[in-house]
């Protein structure tokens, strides 16, 4: 049994991209790890959201990850900020973190580069606070994707170096795991190959889009004419419906299109409008779940209560036997 754990952006809803592509494994995962999924608060603080904005994001990303199957009786749901002990840690590794190391990171410089008039020292130490994370439960698997490889790569440095520095063995190096050819990856409605919030209006498909806002944007989803020979290979656009039917629909109904499509007869029209539905027939009981479960303030006080609770447990003695290993002692 390894110790697992993920960091969740606070902001922003899911959309079927991030459904099959991260939180369907995360919801395997969780009866076979120990495993500890946090809501990351802290590091929305980079872009200083307005207080009722910080906690309304916390609150949407806590019941949809809820909604979508995460167990806080089998994984430890938490909000990263009812962990103090986290920045604590973060102090303390800031300590052997290098500016020149934290500036050579790929998403600081990408950072910098986008968000110049706000370029604070939490963006810096993002990839320290981020070790901490992880460290603060001496977790040794991730389950992030590449764009986040880099960030791992400094949490091995930033351990080892805490190991070598108080010559210890006490963090573990920790990986990301990997998911492999279990991984679905979701293609956008606008012909690109991935589904994705920031790609723009109408690109994603979120849990919580109601029926008509799904039709509205399947309908309008990119697509042609149509094949004008049999048997053609599909433009990147026709691909994907072709692959959003293979996760959602039913295998007859993407053997129909795929018969349509090779005879020359497919209207695109028609696959859309199955298309739909299929997904509104998938999307309906989470959406339910979601608009539940926001409802029901007193629950979810009691799942971040619980979670909090369990997640201080290996948070206080990892802080604790820290604090010794550096030398801070009682007289
Ligand atoms: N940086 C991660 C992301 O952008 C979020 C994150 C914060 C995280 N802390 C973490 C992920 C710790 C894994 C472990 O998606």
Do not use: H, Q, R, W
């Given at each position: 049994m390894e110790t697992v754990v993920s960091g969740i952006r606070s902001t922003g809803n899911l959309h079927l991209g991030n459904y099959f592509g991260a939180i369907q494994n995360f919801v395997k995962m969780q009866y076979e790890n120990n495993c500890y999924f946090f809501i990351a608060d802290y590091h929305s603080l980079t872009t200083h959201p307005t207080p009722a904005d910080l906690h309304s994001n916390v609150k949407q990303v806590l019941v949809e990850y809820l909604a979508a199957g995460i167990d806080p009786e089998a994984a430890t749901v938490y909000i990263q900020s009812d962990l103090p002990e986290v920045a604590e840690l973060y102090l303390l590794l800031n300590m052997n973190a290098y500016l020149g190391e934290l500036e050579r990171c790929t998403s600081f410089k990408e950072k910098i580069r986008k968000q110049t008039e706000n370029v604070n020292a939490g963006l810096l130490t993002y990839p320290t606070l981020m070790a901490a994370d992880i460290i603060i439960h001496r977790a040794t698997k991730v389950p992030v994707g590449k764009d986040q490889e880099q960030h791992l790569e400094m949490t091995r440095t930033f351990a080892n170096r805490f190991n070598r520095?108080?010559?210890?063995?006490?963090?573990?190096?920790?990986?990301?795991?990997?998911?492999?050819?279990?991984?679905?990856?979701?293609?956008?409605?606008?012909?690109?190959?991935?589904?994705?919030?920031?790609?723009?209006?109408?690109?994603?498909l979120f849990l919580a889009d109601a029926p008509e806002v799904i039709r509205k944007k399947v309908m309008r989803a990119v697509s042609d004419a149509g094949p004008t020979e049999p048997n053609q290979p599909k433009p990147q656009a026709i691909e994907n419906l072709f692959s959003l039917m293979k996760t959602l629909s039913k295998p007859e109904t993407l053997q129909f299109f795929e018969e349509k499509y090779n005879n020359c007869e497919i209207r695109y029209g028609d696959m859309k409008k199955q298309l739909a539905e299929d997904v509104i027939e998938f999307t309906t009981p989470l959406r339910e779940k979601i608009l539940d479960l926001a409802k029901n303030e007193e629950y979810l006080r009691k799942v971040a209560k619980n979670g909090a609770e369990k997640a201080k447990e290996s948070a206080v003695k990892t802080i604790k036997e820290v604090r010794e290993i550096i030398g801070f002692k009682p007289f």
């Open positions: 520095m108080y010559n210890v063995s006490y963090f573990p190096e920790p990986f990301a795991y990997n998911f492999g050819s279990e991984l679905i990856k979701i293609p956008g409605l606008d012909g690109s190959t991935k589904m994705g919030k920031s790609e723009g209006e109408g690109n994603a």
